[in-house]
């Protein structure tokens, strides 16, 4: 049986390479192919193909083979069209995904037409809770018959392409690729869309305040994980939340209520967001404006920014963080409100005045607790 190993690999890190040999070893395959993305139903892919390629060959250094079906494929390359063709080609197959992958595959296009062409097989990561996983294969086979298997020896170290692409962004260093596909990285000029924005903050925060920054992106885009948003919202909106920390200039547009007190920072990060950033977006201002007064009627952009804000793993220690953060990790929503109350609770107990907009959010999401 072959294993087919789909993805971006925008880019490849070394944790596919451990995967795909402890999964052929786990499940007895014949070989594991690797299935870079072509024309992805699921994501816009800003990295040509050509370029992924080279990085993924140098990333396997001709351990495993790649497959370059989806790049021929014409139009966009669903699971349940493709799969078909590598089944002719290779015979026995079982498809590869991830927990998270698993978690929404209700909402692929005709999964059910998927588990009827080949096995199933998952590799949980990071945080994913082996009994979620497993539930949810389980309701899968019951609806739509199949094949699901969870791998119960391997499991996926808290790594991801999409954090790649961050630290590759902030000029973090890049542990996490071989010095070989680093090199494309750096000879192409990769992942640097918004260096122009990264550097104007870091200019404007000390390093501590900068590191903190980091860490929310990248708390951010982990969250994101399980929800779905545009990288851009995410990544814009952790990065320019605390913009105005440490600069005392006060921008127009900015209540006058909020002038000298602890909240300025978010509602005048808002507006040089889009005076001296040129962000026009409502949702990635409204992000900044509100990650610390919270509000009513809280997009799930704004509970991303404030509770990443509030658990990210750089600066973050305090007391309880972990537990917050698995929660934010696992589900937004409980880990927005876990978040919140953990605030609001902190700010009776110091007798700190309330603003009117975060007593909103609190009728809102933690009055009926």
């Given at each position: 049986?072959?294993?087919?190993?789909?993805?971006?690999?925008?880019?490849?890190?070394?944790?596919?390479?451990?995967?795909?040999?402890?999964?052929?070893?786990?499940?007895?395959?014949?070989?594991?192919?690797?299935?870079?993305?072509?024309?992805?139903?699921?994501?816009?892919?800003?990295?040509?193909?050509?370029?992924?390629?080279?990085?993924?060959?140098?990333?396997?250094?001709?351990?495993?083979?790649?497959?370059?079906?989806?790049?021929?494929?014409?139009?966009?390359?669903?699971?349940?069209?493709?799969?078909?063709?590598?089944?002719?080609?290779?015979?026995?197959?079982?498809?590869?995904?991830?927990?998270?992958?698993?978690?929404?595959?209700?909402?692929?296009?005709?999964?059910?037409?998927?588990?009827?062409?080949?096995?199933?097989?998952?590799?949980?990561?990071?945080?994913?809770?082996?009994?979620?996983?497993?539930?949810?294969?389980?309701?899968?086979?019951?609806?739509?018959?199949?094949k699901i298997l969870i791998s119960q020896t391997v499991r996926g170290e808290d790594v991801s392409s999409?954090?790649?692409?961050?630290?590759?962004?902030?000029?973090?260093?890049?542990?996490?690729?071989?010095?070989?596909?680093?090199?494309?990285?750096?000879?192409?000029?990769?992942?640097?869309?918004?260096?122009?924005?990264?550097?104007?903050?870091?200019?404007?925060?000390?390093?501590?305040?900068?590191?903190?920054?980091?860490?929310?992106?990248?708390?951010?885009?982990?969250?994101?994980?399980?929800?779905?948003?545009?990288?851009?919202?995410?990544?814009?909106?952790?990065?320019?939340?605390?913009?105005?920390?440490?600069?005392?200039?006060?921008?127009?547009?900015?209540?006058?209520?909020?002038?000298?007190?602890?909240?300025?920072?978010?509602?005048?990060?808002?507006?040089?967001a889009k005076l001296g950033f040129g962000i026009t977006d409502p949702e990635i201002l409204d992000a900044?404006?509100?990650?610390?007064?919270?509000?009513?009627?809280?997009?799930?952009?704004?509970?991303?920014?404030?509770?990443?804000?509030?658990?990210?793993?750089?600066?973050?220690?305090?007391?309880?963080?972990?537990?917050?953060?698995?929660?934010?990790?696992?589900?937004?929503?409980?880990?927005?409100?876990?978040?919140?109350?953990?605030?609001?609770?902190?700010?009776?107990?110091?007798?700190?005045?309330?603003?009117?907009?975060?007593?909103?959010?609190?009728?809102?999401?933690?009055?009926?607790?």
């Amino acid at each position: 049986m072959i294993g087919i190993f789909g993805g971006a690999f925008d880019p490849p890190h070394k944790e596919h390479v451990r995967i795909a040999s402890e999964i052929k070893k786990e499940f007895s395959l014949d070989e594991v192919v690797f299935l870079p993305s072509g024309n992805s139903p699921h994501k816009t892919l800003q990295t040509p193909f050509s370029l992924r390629l080279k990085m993924l060959q140098a990333a396997l250094g001709g351990a495993f083979p790649i497959d370059q079906t989806e790049n021929e494929f014409p139009g966009r390359a669903y699971s349940y069209k493709v799969l078909p063709l590598l089944r002719e080609k290779y015979g026995e197959i079982a498809f590869i995904i991830g927990g998270d992958s698993l978690l929404a595959f209700d909402k692929w296009r005709c999964p059910e037409e998927i588990v009827k062409i080949c096995p199933i097989l998952v590799i949980p990561r990071g945080e994913d809770d082996l009994k979620e996983l497993s539930a949810a294969a389980e309701g899968y086979m019951r609806r739509w018959g199949g094949k699901i298997l969870i791998s119960q020896t391997v499991r996926g170290e808290d790594v991801s392409s999409t954090a790649i692409r961050a630290k590759c962004a902030l000029g973090m260093p890049l542990d996490d690729v071989t010095e070989e596909v680093l090199k494309i990285i750096s000879a192409n000029g990769l992942y640097r869309s918004y260096e122009r924005y990264v550097q104007k903050v870091k200019s404007m925060l000390r390093e501590k305040r900068w590191r903190h920054t980091c860490g929310v992106v990248l708390a951010g885009l982990k969250i994101n994980e399980r929800v779905g948003l545009p990288f851009e919202k995410v990544f814009l909106g952790c990065l320019l939340h605390d913009c105005m920390k440490q600069v005392d200039r006060v921008n127009p547009g900015v209540p006058e209520d909020v002038v000298g007190t602890k909240v300025l920072h978010a509602f005048n990060g808002a507006e040089e967001a889009k005076l001296g950033f040129g962000i026009t977006d409502p949702e990635i201002l409204d992000a900044i404006r509100y990650h610390t007064t919270g509000r009513a009627g809280m997009t799930a952009l704004d509970k991303l920014v404030y509770t990443a804000d509030m658990v990210e793993e750089l600066t973050r220690d305090f007391e309880g963080v972990e537990e917050l953060r698995a929660a934010a990790y696992r589900d937004l929503d409980d880990g927005f409100v876990r978040c919140f109350k953990v605030c609001y609770d902190s700010l009776i107990q110091r007798g700190i005045p309330i603003y009117y907009l975060t007593l909103d959010c609190f009728e809102q999401y933690c009055k009926k607790e």
